[in-house]
């Protein structure tokens, strides 16, 4: 399905982003990282003994992952937590096991990461997906498993196609193009652990998008006792061993506190976070930098996270954001409403998730009368005067976010499709509601 055939929502479904009236004083929750999440539930997977995930995502990718899981053999269940957003998870790893289907739905995640953990199994997975998943470059996942020596029957490379599991994976040398997504090396990394030999990889591409998401995936396998290295500016080594059983807090998702913080841009005034990190490997830790760009002051104190802007005139900037694409909507959103040009590069990667995000960032501000230009590599936008008018999401909860950050500064936005956020944060429209009235926690 290519881009414009993307089928808009009923005009009756559509989300109205409510506009602010005042300056913002409010204090957020967030639920949990969806990139932490899932590599604890897949290194939980294949550790040693059982884990638990307290306060992890509950969304529909962490669902999708689950599930993938549980076809693979492992055990997983709810169990009593203090989170606000929903249960802890116990893991009971099992020997992997082949046979079934699993559905990646629009997840690049599970689609990128679950392959590679049936080719540790006993049969043959067949992996398929949402109508747009299936666009999604699937490439290095097939190629990478047959250079591994594993069979995967596939038409062309992307789903669906079928992994043949054959027990085990000897491991090794490999060489694979990462351009398109770091996705492909967190992959390999994380179930390099059970290979025979471990594995040495290279990339080999002329670029590396998201290089923060290998770091995050490398210290997830040295939290479980792991030797797992960066080697060079663009190779890694993980050497075979046990993967360790963890008990495990997840952090907030700081990438899905974007729009949040950007609403402080975007109106003036103050936002408080709840459970910011003190270190992190999260891509969202850039956020207080980026808005810096905008004229945001941030500070962080006793696990809370406060930015603070004077609101009003939102001025210019130029970004490279390589290392922070999906960051990218936001800072683009504010791009719409801001009185000088913003320009966004380094993010062509974006093209290729879960939608051809550069496009819909494009089409979607010109459509309300905004003047964005697609550049070989990211995003123009120039001051225009917007008026009200249909946001479409498509199937991406990254644009639909970034349309209710227009929508505080320009009435009359309507987000055709606010249910896309529940593959990371199911309670945005609540939570969004919340923030406008003062107070963004959940109940």
């Known amino acids: 399905m290519s881009h414009a055939e993307h089928?808009?929502?009923?005009?009756?479904?559509?989300?109205?982003?409510?506009?602010a009236t005042a300056r913002l004083d409010a204090r957020v929750q967030l639920p949990g990282s969806k990139s932490l999440t899932n590599r604890a539930l897949l290194l939980a997977a294949l550790a040693e003994g059982p884990s638990t995930l307290h306060r992890p995502l509950r969304s529909r990718d962490a669902s999708i992952m689950i599930e993938g899981l549980r076809t693979l053999g492992a055990v997983i269940r709810e169990v009593p937590g203090d989170g606000a957003f929903g249960p802890d998870l116990a893991i009971a790893p099992q020997p992997i096991s082949g046979g079934g289907d699993i559905d990646c739905g629009l997840?690049?995640?599970a689609m990128r990461f679950l392959p590679i953990l049936a080719a540790l199994g006993d049969g043959a997975v067949r992996f398929d997906g949402d109508p747009h998943a299936r666009e999604r470059p699937m490439d290095q996942t097939v190629a990478a498993l047959r250079g591994l020596g594993v069979r995967v029957d596939a038409d062309e490379p992307r789903l669906p196609f079928t992994v043949h599991g054959a027990g085990g994976i000897a491991g090794g040398e490999l060489e694979i193009d990462a351009s398109a997504s770091s996705q492909f090396v967190s992959a390999l990394l994380l179930a390099a652990p059970r290979f025979d030999r471990g594995l040495a990889l290279q990339h080999r591409g002329t670029r590396l998008p998201s290089i923060p998401h290998i770091e995050m995936t490398l210290e997830a396998l040295r939290q479980r006792g792991v030797d797992a290295q960066r080697t060079g500016d663009a190779s890694w080594r993980v050497e075979p061993g046990p993967i360790a059983a963890l008990d495990e807090q997840i952090e907030p998702d700081l990438s899905n506190a974007a729009p949040f913080l950007a609403a402080v841009v975007a109106?003036?005034?103050r936002v408080v976070l709840d459970g910011w990190p003190a270190q992190t490997t999260q891509v969202g830790a850039m956020l207080p930098s980026l808005l810096a760009a905008f004229g945001a002051e941030s500070t962080v104190s006793d696990g809370r996270l406060t930015v603070e802007a004077v609101g009003g005139r939102i001025p210019g900037a130029t970004l490279d954001m390589h290392a922070a694409g999906e960051l990218a909507p936001t800072i683009v959103a504010l791009g719409a409403i801001a009185s000088e040009p913003v320009e966004v590069t380094g993010i062509g990667h974006i093209r290729g998730h879960e939608t051809d995000r550069i496009r819909a960032l494009v089409d979607n501000v010109t459509a309300l009368g905004g003047r964005a230009t697609a550049l070989p590599d990211g995003i123009r936008v120039e001051p225009a005067t917007l008026s009200g008018g249909s946001w479409g999401a498509f199937d991406d909860h990254r644009i639909a976010t970034a349309g209710a950050v227009v929508g505080l500064r320009v009435p009359g936005v309507e987000v055709d499709d606010i249910g896309a956020t529940a593959k990371t944060i199911p309670e945005f429209p609540e939570l969004w509601a919340a923030m406008l009235?003062?107070?963004?926690?959940?109940?």
């Open 7 to 19: 089928s808009r929502q009923p005009a009756a479904r559509a989300w109205v982003a409510p506009s």
């Open 107 to 109: 997840a690049g995640t």
């Open 267 to 269: 109106v003036g005034g």
């Open 437 to 443: 009235e003062g107070q963004a926690t959940a109940a």
